[in-house]
């Protein structure tokens, strides 16, 4: 029996549909009030058992009987707000799971972490598995709470938990309507890209960083599981790309005009500070933060070519996933 939490997600959800495709059992962990969505027809060939990783007592039972664990659930959200329950969802979530595959004697934990828990240095070449956390301002409270859930990951190995780790770079791919990288791509095809009212036709960010499609992630979480060597890290990232190039090549696919500017820093943190100001007044969530805008206007490289030797990965290129995300918002996906 395999374990996926965080299964009716992006990710997970991707990584169910594999694992079906592969045979064997699988068992989700999901709250109730989870949209099976995503999981479409695969929600009636697998075992539910709900719960929540911030609930210990369901994390436990539903790991009992099982073989290996894909961690998947996981908070992804910017401002501050959001703070506390990236740790509880995040670090706490994390601990009890692995303290769950210790008690039931899991055979092997896949964690997915993210490069954001290497931290982002002001300045650096090309970050890999050997990187080692930087105190910078661009380390969000996302980035802290998974490099503490990577360090609970360890914490297990070291009581004698067979874990490794793969560490998706920015995930794309046909998604939740509303949600993650699959917003952004909703956003551009609207006309709605930040700061759009002040240049028309939106700005794209300065800096670049490294992709991934999704159903890559999840083939790459379960190489992990046949070939990762126990306690390491594994970075899953296809291509870095400056978000010029990331937008017009999303663009081209769908079909409409990419912003013609790029924005100077100065305007991101602007923008991301006008954003939190008018979430906080209107209780709203901001599609722009002070976070999410330090982050955009650096460019930061990413190596994912161990996972290509030591475990098969392959990795798709973007454009191909442009495509994707675009055929399935034309379907209705992001209607």
């Known amino acids: ?24 059992p699988v068992r989700v962990l999901r709250r109730e009030s989870s949209s099976l969505d995503l ?6 060939r697998v075992e539910h058992a709900v719960g929540d990783v911030t609930d210990a007592e369901s994390v436990y039972r539903a790991a009992e009987g099982v ?7 996981a908070t992804v959200a910017f401002g501050r707000r959001a703070r506390a329950r990236l740790r509880a969802v995040n670090v706490g979530g994390t601990a009890n799971v692995v303290n769950a595959a210790l008690a039931a004697g899991v055979g092997r934990l896949v964690h997915t972490s993210s490069i954001a828990a290497l931290g982002r240095p002001a300045r650096a070449g090309v970050l890999d598995e050997t ?5 910078s301002r661009l380390n969000t409270a996302y980035a802290v709470s998974k490099r503490d859930a990577e360090r609970e990951v360890l914490r297990g190995v070291a009581e004698g938990l067979d874990a490794v780790i793969a560490s998706p770079a920015l995930v794309f791919g046909p998604g939740r309507p509303g949600e993650g990288t699959t917003a952004l791509a909703q956003r551009l095809a609207a006309g709605r890209m930040p700061l759009t009212s002040v240049v028309p036709g939106g700005v794209a960010p300065p800096g670049a960083t490294a992709v991934v499609d999704v159903e890559d992630v999840a083939a790459g979480l379960r190489a992990a599981r046949a070939r990762g060597a126990t306690g390491e890290r594994y970075l899953l990232a296809a291509e870095n790309l400056p978000w010029t190039e990331i937008l017009v090549t999303l663009a081209a696919a769908l079909g409409v005009e990419a912003p013609t500017r790029t924005a100077p820093p100065w305007l991101l943190t602007a923008g991301g500070v006008l954003g939190e100001t008018w979430a906080a007044a209107t209780g709203s969530e901001p599609d722009l933060t002070l976070e999410t805008a330090r982050n955009a206007a650096a460019a930061v490289r990413y190596d994912g070519s161990r996972a290509e030797r030591q475990l098969g990965v392959t990795y798709r290129p973007f454009s191909e996933t442009a495509r994707r995300i675009a055929a399935a918002l034309a379907d209705g996906l992001g209607a």
């Open 39 to 44: 999981l479409g027809a695969s929600a009636g």
């Open 131 to 135: 990187a080692t956390w930087t105190r």
């Open 67 to 73: 073989e290996t664990v894909y961690h998947v659930a």
């Open 1 to 24: 029996m395999t374990l996926v939490t965080g299964a009716t997600g992006f990710v997970g959800s991707a990584l169910v549909r594999q694992l079906l495709a592969a045979g064997g």
